[in-house]
């Protein structure tokens, strides 16, 4: 599960930077992480956010992991963005298979 995390926010984060998204500047947490854990929980938690950065934070997977409010309004902010993330995350993920 971490390998596919992680290899999950470098896409995230590579596909953010190609499409020219810049946070905020006064944003603790970046964009590509709170996609990052809303995937994570709808992965692993059948969607319960405060269970994916409840883990988030328990692992130290972030050096700021939001809290719930926060991070609900950040990736309602984000929403525009993580349909075409997942798409490119879904083929991303059917070529590696195919690969090996």
């Known amino acids: ?3 596919r995390l992680i290899a999950a926010f470098c896409i995230i984060d590579d596909a ?6 810049k946070d905020d ?5 970046p964009a590509s992480a709170i ?7 709808a992965l692993e938690f059948g969607g319960k956010h405060n269970k994916a950065l409840a883990l988030a ?5 972030f050096t700021h992991v939001p809290s719930p409010s926060r991070f609900n309004r950040r990736l309602h902010a984000l929403y525009p963005l993580l349909l075409p993330l997942l798409h490119l995350l879904a083929q991303v993920w059917k070529h590696l298979h195919q690969a090996q």
Do not use: I, N, R, V
Not at 25 to 29: E, H, L
């Open 57 to 61: 934070k328990d692992l130290g997977l």
């Open 16 to 21: 953010l930077q190609a499409m020219g998204y």
């Open 1 to 3: 599960m971490l390998s």
């Open 35 to 41: 996609l990052t854990l809303a995937l994570l929980a």
């Open 25 to 29: 500047p006064q944003a603790k947490t």
